[in-house]
């Protein structure tokens, strides 16, 4: 190793921005150095992100600059996309340069897992970009733009959002706030749209409080939402969609929230994986390399002989652990072992509503959507105090 280690994390989601602030914070004066890549100049709250998708919030809510995160005279940003890691090298491949590495934080997030249903990968959109929920905000609305010029196809009205998970129960909630406004805006009559949910479990979110399940439907049936439960999308179109009943349904428009992976390039760099995560141990390190951190999306953790699901919660605190540990280990000191403290779950259902789980208590309405409200203060306050909170934060 050099005389002051080089440390690289990749990805400034929620776990890499975490780890570099913590890092600036603990590290001293040329004790490392720390380089961030990201492929944007921005980092995106993925937990927003459905809101721009359905067009009910807006982009810049839901992005904020990493210069304005991190300290630039302690952290080197480097805006570009990552090829390659390679291990035996200690590099990593940029779309522009190498970067070479003495401690490598993995923290690129996940992506869509599409189970190889065909025509998932090609027709359907997803939700996990900045640019991806503005393709599927114009997309929709150019749908009703499209229909009232052309014979009013019923497919352009028809949306179909494919899995309940937490994910897709968000986004269809929002999409059935936003729908009246379109209608408005494009003279369609609100009665003529169809907006699908379409899940292969017997009910939505399998696995959460069946009571706050039942309510989350209710609220959402009430809003326009026709769900389709114990049914898979077998196959997908471009205009539409086949089930595992064989029923066809036309639309032009295909929202894929049936599930996440690890990053493909985690893979490839040849560690062992599960759906693109790797297992780490319990200091948060890739087995068989003590430098090399895996945090997020592509970190695997067991809660006894179930995996932890993958978290917006998990990814922040996993990204003050390994920057701690990193830390612990330029000093030659002892790593601690991480551990996740499950905060709740909260899940928006639109505008005033919601479902929460903290602790023993559940909460339904209103209380659950100013619960969201909080949390997402909250992570603005952590990453940028209240100067971000004033200007990122949503309080009505
Ligand atoms: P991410 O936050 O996804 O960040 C990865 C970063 O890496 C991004 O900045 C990306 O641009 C960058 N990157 C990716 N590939 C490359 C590359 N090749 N080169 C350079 N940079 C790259 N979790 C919750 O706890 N609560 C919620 O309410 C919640 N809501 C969600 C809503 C939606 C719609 C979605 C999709 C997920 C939600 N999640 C939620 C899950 C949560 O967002 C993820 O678990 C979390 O973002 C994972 O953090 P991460 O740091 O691993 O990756
Ligand atoms: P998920 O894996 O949690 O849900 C995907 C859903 O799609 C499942 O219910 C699954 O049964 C269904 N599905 C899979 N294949 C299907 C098919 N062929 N046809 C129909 N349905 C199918 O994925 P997600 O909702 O994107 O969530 C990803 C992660 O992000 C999870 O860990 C989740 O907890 C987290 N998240 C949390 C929040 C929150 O806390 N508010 C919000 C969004 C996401």
Redesign the pocket.
Known sequence: MSSIPKIVI?????????TAQRLQKELNYNEADVTL????D?????????MP?AGTDSIEHTRVSISKLIDEFKIDLVK????EIRLHDKKVI??DGTLSYDYLII?????PETFGIPGMAEYAM????INSVRLIRAHIEYQFAMYKNEQRPQERINFIVGGAG??GI??VAELADRIPKLCKEYDVDPALVNIYNIEAASSALPGFAPELVDYAVEVLQKKGVTFKFGVAIKECMPNGVILSTGEEIKSATIVW?GG?RG?R?VESAGFETMRGRVKVDEYLRAPGYENIFI?????LIFNGDKPY????????Q??VSCAQNIVASIRGKELRKFEFHHKG????LGKGEGIAVVGDKKYTGFKAAQL?KL??LRYLFIIGGIPLVLKKGRFI
């Open positions: 990749l990805g400034a989601g929620y776990g890499g921005i975490l890549v990201n492929r944007h921005y980092h995106y709250i993925t937990t927003h992100l459905h998708a570009s996309s990552v090829q940029l779309e923290g690129l997030g996940g992506e997803s939700i996990r970009s937490f994910s968000e986004f929230t996440v990053n390039l945090i997020g999306d592509n970190s699901p993958p978290t917006a919660q998990m990814a922040m996993q990204g779950t909260v899940a928006s969201k949390v997402d």
